[in-house]
């Protein structure tokens, strides 16, 4: 059974939003670091955005700032990615993570390696 599940993937035109979400039957996802990644055809996994436990700190790449959102509800144990602006290159399939072991520091990793749990993906296409 698994932990994490993404949601709310698709097909959309260039310009356009997509809402992922992010749910989980095990973690309460305002205890843990949870992060957005996405991984294209040919290309590395690579981080997009991720919320710190217990605030609403939130870090994203330079390639999404200003488009894309991540927020959190706690009573929907949710994680949501508010995508806008969409551009073809965020084509890709994007993933859902959570660090369920301590880090250092008090902000969530941007990079994937610490994500010890991750959903299988939902996959996002952008027109043009």
């Known amino acids: 059974q698994l932990q994490v599940v993404e949601s709310g993937g698709g097909l959309v035109q260039s310009g356009g939003s997509l809402r992922l979400s992010c749910a989980s039957s095990?973690?309460?996802?305002?205890?843990?670091?949870i992060g957005w990644f996405r991984q294209a055809p040919g290309k590395e996994r690579e981080g997009v955005s991720c919320i710190s436990l217990g605030s609403s700190t939130a870090l994203y790449a330079d390639s999404v700032k200003g488009r894309f959102t991540i927020s959190r509800d706690i009573a929907k144990n949710t994680v949501y990615l508010q995508m806008n602006s969409l551009k073809p290159e965020d084509t890709a399939i994007y993933y859902c993570a959570i660090v369920t072991h301590r880090t250092r520091g008090a902000d969530c990793p941007r990079a994937p390696a610490p994500y010890d749990q991750w959903g299988q993906g939902t996959q996002v296409t952008v027109s043009s």
């Open positions: 095990q973690f309460s996802v305002d205890r843990y670091h």
